[in-house]
């Protein structure tokens, strides 16, 4: 299943038509948590005007985090949402093309609901419109402030059928670099057997390989390390935190997949105790084993922390410690591939694989599995 998030936008006129902007926001739907916000002054209009600009604003900052999401749009504008729900006709001359700009936006989305919310809910979006338009009567331009700017993307370069919002952070080539490293050997990686989030210690071989792998991205720029919550990447990622002296950042969603009842048995024996479930999971992504999570559920929250990263990393070498699954998630996503690539990778431990994201192009895929400097 796609991916859930939540957009917020509002608009102002001081005057009506007067002095207006709007401020937008994407929420991811499960966490709650900001993903990306923005706010312009737009000049003289009047509130519709300013409502629709601030939807467009909040569908495109979607868009940017995830082209395939099922967005809900809340608004506290009862117009602006009974207008894209279908329910009213579009009438004044104003609208129109800023409805149609918005339903071609929400057109490639997985789905798309509007949600009225009383305007003491809609609070965030408001705060940032009327911080747009007090920017502008100052004779600036509004910029996030504090700990909002960490999490401002910047979003694609305006299209030619733009209607003049502009990006909240300037267009730029410069990539974000996610460094994939997969943990070190643990006794269930040499018997080959399901380890999803049991807290498996590293083998001896396993600290070895850390340390190669430590000893190799020490020539490499990295800003800062992620790494899944699980035993075995915090003691790969503290490798190389000892040798390049990054911080280390724990990131819930690039845990492993938790494998039910299957965790800590082979393949031969999960297929002799649950065969119909097995091959059910090998075929569809959305099955899970038996007390387990489905790779589709795995795809969406690695997908959450992913876009967390690009927004509070924008612009820098990430090394990324985790495991088998959300690595190859990662990939996946990078080459926009089809969800049966998952079971055509192969990831060894301790390796490394290397993807940049650009805001305003597509992702690059530049290296994958690499093991040369490996014991």
């Not at 495109?60 to 949402?81: G, I, T």
């Not at 300037?170 to 080959?192: A, D, M, V």
């Not at 090394?319 to 690539?341: D, F, N």
């Amino acid at each position: 299943m796609s991916r859930k998030l939540v957009v917020e936008a509002d608009g102002g006129s001081r005057g009506n038509p007067g002095p207006a902007g709007y401020g937008a926001v994407v929420r991811d739907a499960l966490t709650g948590e900001v993903l990306a916000e923005t706010a312009e002054a737009i000049g003289r209009a009047t509130n519709n005007v300013a409502e629709y600009r601030g939807l467009i604003a909040a569908l495109r900052a979607a868009r940017d985090l995830d082209p395939q999401a099922r967005v809900e749009a809340r608004m506290d504008s009862k117009l602006v949402v009974e207008q894209m729900s279908g329910r009213w006709q579009i009438k004044h001359p104003d609208m129109k093309p800023l409805a149609l700009e918005a339903r071609n936006i929400a057109s490639g989305f997985a789905s798309i609901t509007y949600k009225w919310i009383p305007r003491a809910r809609n609070s965030h979006a408001d705060r940032l419109a009327n911080e747009a338009m007090d920017a502008a009567a100052r004779g600036e331009e509004w910029t996030p402030s504090g700990d909002v700017a960490e999490m401002s993307p910047k979003t694609q370069a305006p299209s030619p059928e733009a209607s003049g919002a502009k990006a909240w952070i300037p267009p730029s080539t410069t990539p974000t670099r996610t460094l994939l490293l997969r943990h070190g050997q643990t006794p269930l990686s040499i018997e080959k057997r399901f380890a999803g989030v049991g807290d498996t210690p590293l083998t001896d071989h396993g600290h070895a390989q850390a340390a190669a792998a430590a000893k190799a991205l020490a020539e490499r720029r990295i800003d800062v390390i992620v790494t899944s919550p699980l035993r075995r990447a915090q003691d790969t990622a503290r490798a190389v935190a000892d040798v390049t002296g990054a911080e280390i950042r724990t990131e819930e969603g690039f845990r492993e997949t938790d494998f039910g009842a299957w965790e800590g048995l082979s393949f031969p024996e999960v297929k002799s105790r649950w065969p119909e479930e097995l091959s059910a999971w090998l075929a569809d992504p959305s099955y899970a084993p038996p007390g387990g999570e489905s790779f589709a559920a795995v795809a969406q929250r690695v997908s959450t922390a992913r876009a967390k990263l690009l927004v509070r990393h924008r612009q820098k070498t990430v090394l990324v410690v985790s495991h088998v699954t959300p690595i190859k998630i990662m990939v996946q996503h990078a080459l926009e591939a089809p969800t049966a690539t998952l079971y055509r990778l192969h990831l060894d431990t301790a390796s490394l694989s290397t993807v940049d994201w650009y805001a305003d192009g597509p992702a690059v895929v530049r290296s994958f599995n690499e093991t040369h400097y490996l014991p």
